[in-house]
Structures are given as C-alpha cells and as structure tokens.
C-alpha cells in the first residue's frame, strides 16, 4: 500500500514563501513521478508542478512558473515544492500525487495515489 503525507502547509502574507513536503512510505519511490496538484475554493483540482523519477526533468502550470520550484531526494523517498511570491491566487489545498510512470506531467488520470493535502492560505 502506498501512502503519501503532506506537511508545510499555513498562512503566509502576499509575497512570501513556504516549502511544502511530501513523504511517500510502500511502492518503489525512486522508480515513480511525482506531481503536486491544488484545489482552490470552490474551484475544480489542477495541475502544479511534476518531477520525473530522477530529478532531471520537471513541468509546471504557466501560472507558477518562476516561482515554484519542485525537487525530490530519493534517498528520503520525499518531493517537495518550494513556493516563492505567493499570491492570493494561490490559495488552495496542495496535494501530491504519486505516478507509476518515470515521466509525468499534468493528467490526473496519470497518478494513482493521492495524499490527504495541506491547506495553503496567502492573505493579509
């Protein structure tokens, strides 16, 4: 059984940062993508940002770009996603995503377990 657990989550003003992490505990983690996905209020689930299996090769949504940045240390089967200049509109549950694919990018259906997310609010 494969679980991921979210942390790093909180309220940060316009303009600051948070890391957030994601442990992954069964499966092969060095062998599977990883992605971070978001929810906003009242809005449907989205894309964030992915990493392949080794690192090397990352994607993000158009909107973060520049300022969010995802990593992965194998050896502590944990990804996560540093977020600069938040804005408002970044207010959302984060959630990462695990894929059996060595390679993925922005397709739900290209991950197959979910953590529970991380509330991350930016507001004054």
């Known amino acids: 059984q494969v679980q991921l657990v979210e942390s790093g989550g909180g309220l940060v003003r316009p303009g600051g940062s948070l890391r957030l992490s994601c442990v992954v505990s069964?499966?092969?983690?060095?062998?599977?993508?990883m992605g971070w996905f978001r929810q906003p209020p009242e809005k449907e689930r989205e894309f964030v940002a992915s990493?392949?299996?080794?690192?090397?090769?990352?994607f993000y949504r158009d909107s973060v770009k520049g300022r969010f940045t995802i990593s992965r240390d194998n050896a502590k089967n944990t990804v996560y996603l540093q977020m600069n200049a938040l804005k408002s509109e970044d207010t959302a549950v984060y959630s990462c995503?695990?894929?059996?694919?060595?390679?993925?990018?922005?397709?739900?259906?290209?991950?197959?377990?979910w953590g529970q997310g991380t509330q991350v609010t930016v507001s004054s």
């Open positions: 995503a695990r894929s059996p694919n060595l390679y993925s990018e922005d397709e739900l259906i290209d991950y197959d377990y």
């Open positions: 990493i392949n299996w080794s690192g090397a090769k990352t």
């Open positions: 069964g499966g092969i983690f060095s062998h599977s993508a």
